[in-house]
């Protein structure tokens, strides 16, 4: 079991910026595949942002490419995403989610989620 918990979330004006942290705890946290999902009232979860198990590389959704960043600490057990130029569409309740597949882009890929943390964009 791998227990995910999210925090940094919180309420910002368009243009700004917040740093959303997931700590992980349980099995060895490098050897998951960590990823941001997020979740708009009345829609349905979306992929965001993962990173691999190194953090050598990273897959980034092209709704937030350019603004949003992934990051990890394997010695502190902890992934970041940082997230700039913040739009009212990125309003969401983001979730991180860690994988044991190689390439996992979709939700049923991944096998523990957070309970997920409010980011809220206002215009």
């Known amino acids: 079991q791998v227990q995910l918990v999210e925090s940094g979330g919180g309420l910002v004006q368009a243009g700004g910026s917040l740093r959303l942290s997931c700590a992980a705890s349980?099995?060895?946290?490098?050897?998951?595949?960590m990823g941001w999902f997020r979740q708009a009232p009345g829609k349905e979860r979306e992929f965001v942002v993962r990173?691999?198990?190194?953090?050598?590389?990273?897959r980034v959704a092209d709704s937030v490419k350019g603004r949003f960043t992934i990051s990890r600490d394997n010695a502190k057990n902890t992934v970041y995403l940082q997230m700039n130029s913040l739009k009212p569409e990125d309003t969401a309740v983001y979730y991180c989610?860690?994988?044991?597949?190689?390439?996992?882009?979709?939700?049923?890929?991944?096998?523990?989620w957070g309970q997920g943390t409010q980011v809220t964009v206002s215009s």
């Open positions: 990173i691999s198990r190194s953090g050598g590389s990273t």
């Open positions: 989610a860690a994988s044991s597949r190689v390439l996992p882009s979709i939700t049923r890929e991944y096998d523990y």
């Open positions: 349980g099995r060895t946290f490098s050897n998951y595949v």
